[in-house]
């Protein structure tokens, strides 16, 4: 056999793990390979490997969170497409198909920090903006647990002034469902609130920052709502043959069913519903002085439909459109997202449960961010956001609180809803107190790393198999870096008072004072009042 004919076989046989049929490719999955993507909400999932079986279509569903056309593995593979993906790991077999559009794939280094670098700057380069620095150098407050749809001024005035007598520092308040006379209807009810405009300045006098909650439906048969169906800016019925009247209006608004009920959606595929709605937005910030946007729901499942826009959109183009009126508030929050990695918006993970499971999900789903490319993350609500886990204070568990307060410490943005001053003994609720000053204190150095991201791209959070590849992180889930130099292992299960940490290769000195050589796994103590934070030291030190 001469030596041509030798070079070809060996290239075909390389080969026979890209299979690409157009709108399919079927790869092998490598000996020690681990692949990271597609939504953030299953990142305790991941990474997936050549044991897998598991399957995601993108189009349609962004499973309550951010999604992202996108798969990376730590052997620098990478899978990305403009448009929504299915993708299935079978036990060593990866396939991916596309409803048309092209798969891009290929291989970019050998290991999963090169694949990631390749793929945000050819795919989502960030464009050098930041959301608003509160963000990130302050704690966050939430008004939804303490009220949930009980938005009220009195109540929301007399939560900013707890925070501040127990000593928490000031940050941005976020304003949450129901403070809004209707869906669509973007004014403060006049039953709860009595001078919205002296609410927020005296809010900005304490030191806040101020968002309201914001989503795109329209509560049908209100004036609004009849304005908006006559001008033509709601998404419209696609069945021709449905047997209602509608007296005021010129087509069928289509009504979708969202967990408020049913309602009406504006149709932002539109560039006269974009003016209109921005509109209402703007008038809050000059009228009344709100600061920025809480914008919710947008899910691509609530576009699945049979429904009509103004221009021809796949549903997860609707979560886009939504997606895109908060470039104009760099005070601004997401939970449903497509295709927005490298942009200056907040992604928060979706509400986790009051329970010990959900904050073992909080770490690995906001690694699994970080490797999609969303930089500027928020992982839910200290304690859980889920509102109904807050029904019964009898279902309270304190050492969650506090668990879970410590998880969002060194996170990009740590975010309080439920009062810990309301829920948790006194030594409990010092310690949730210590975490609010350990973020602001350390919230000079997150703002420089989110700067960082704005200009190359590199996530804020990282897996170990990110920030230190080839050294075999890939399924440590429990533990991150902030940046390259901080490595941070909080406790996210009942009852534990030690447990494990890998230290990669270098010297670290940890929050005890803690001098520990790297390249090993060192178990360590961990009483309920100490988060484990430890900073990679020079290597001349």
């Known amino acids: 056999m001469n030596l041509g004919l030798q070079l070809l076989l060996l290239f075909l046989a ?70 929504p993906i299915k993708y299935s790991f079978d036990k060593g077999k990866l396939t991916v198909t596309s409803r048309g559009a092209k ?44 009220l949930m749809y009980d938005q009220n001024q009195a109540d929301i005035l007399r939560y900013a002034e707890d925070i501040i007598s127990k000593g928490y520092p000031p940050g941005v308040i976020m304003i949450d ?8 209807t973007w004014k403060f009810s006049t039953r709860r609130f009595t001078d919205p405009k002296g609410m927020i300045k005296k809010l900005h006098d304490m030191g806040f920052k101020v968002m309201m909650w914001m989503c795109p439906f329209v509560s049908p048969d209100s004036e609004v709502f009849r304005y908006l169906a006559r001008e033509g800016m709601l998404l419209l019925d696609g069945e021709r043959t449905q047997d209602i009247l509608w007296a005021n209006t010129q087509n069928k608004a289509a009504i979708i069913r969202w967990w408020n009920g049913a309602s009406a959606c504006l149709d932002l595929s539109n560039p006269k519903t974009q003016k209109w709605f921005q509109e209402q937005l703007d008038y809050l910030v000059k009228e009344y002085g709100v600061d920025g946007f809480k914008f919710d729901a947008g899910d691509a499942g609530f576009y699945t439909g049979d429904v009509i826009s103004f221009n021809e959109s796949t549903p997860n183009d609707h979560t886009t459109y939504f997606a895109e009126v908060g470039l104009q508030y ?35 789903d906001q690694m699994s961010q970080s ?27 304190e050492e969650l ?29 010092k310690i949730c107190l210590e975490m609010a000053k350990l973020h602001e204190k350390m919230g000079p150095m997150i703002l420089e790393l989110a700067k960082h991201a704005s200009e190359t791209g590199e996530p804020i959070v990282k897996p170990l198999a ?40 270098g010297k670290w000195e940890g929050d005890d004072g803690s001098l520990i050589e790297g390249g090993k796994t060192v178990e360590i103590q961990v009483p309920m009042n100490r988060l484990p934070y430890f900073k990679k030291l020079p290597d001349t030190y």
């Open 103 to 146: 798969i891009h794939y290929g291989k970019k280094g050998n290991n999963l920090r090169d694949a990631y670098n390749f793929v945000s700057g050819k795919f989502f380069p960030s464009n050098g903006e930041i959301p608003d620095a509160m963000l990130f150098t302050r704690p966050q407050y939430n008004t939804w647990i303490e």
């Open 330 to 364: 760099p005070l601004n929050e997401y939970r449903a997202s497509w295709k927005m990695a490298g942009l200056p918006l907040v992604q928060r993970l979706r509400d986790k449960a009051h329970n010990w499971e959900d904050l073992q999900k909080l770490i690995p």
């Open 177 to 184: 469902d129901n403070w809004q006379e209707n869906y669509g």
């Open 466 to 505: 990110f920030a230190f590849p080839d050294s075999g992180y890939e399924t440590v889930k429990d533990q991150f870096m902030l940046g390259d130099e901080i490595l941070v292992a909080p406790v996210v299960k009942k009852g534990i008072r030690s447990r494990k940490v890998v230290f990669p290769q």
């Open 371 to 397: 490797v999609m490319g969303y930089a500027y993350t928020c992982p839910d609500m200290i304690g859980g956001g889920e509102y109904q886990s807050f029904l019964k204070a009898s279902t309270m568990d």
């Open 14 to 83: 390389s080969m026979q793990q890209f299979v690409n049929n157009g709108d399919k490719i079927e790869l092998n999955i490598e000996k020690g390979e681990y692949w990271w993507g597609g939504l953030s909400s299953s990142g305790h999932e991941t990474p997936y490997d050549a044991t897998t079986v598991v399957s995601h279509d993108l189009w349609g569903d962004n499973n309550g969170n951010q999604a992202q056309p996108l798969l990376l593995s730590n052997k620098g593979r990478y899978i990305w497409s403009e448009d």
């Open 401 to 429: 609180v506090v668990r879970s307060a410590q998880v969002h410490a060194l996170m990009p943005m740590m975010q309080f809803s439920v009062s810990p001053w309301r829920i948790l003994s006194k030594e409990n609720q």
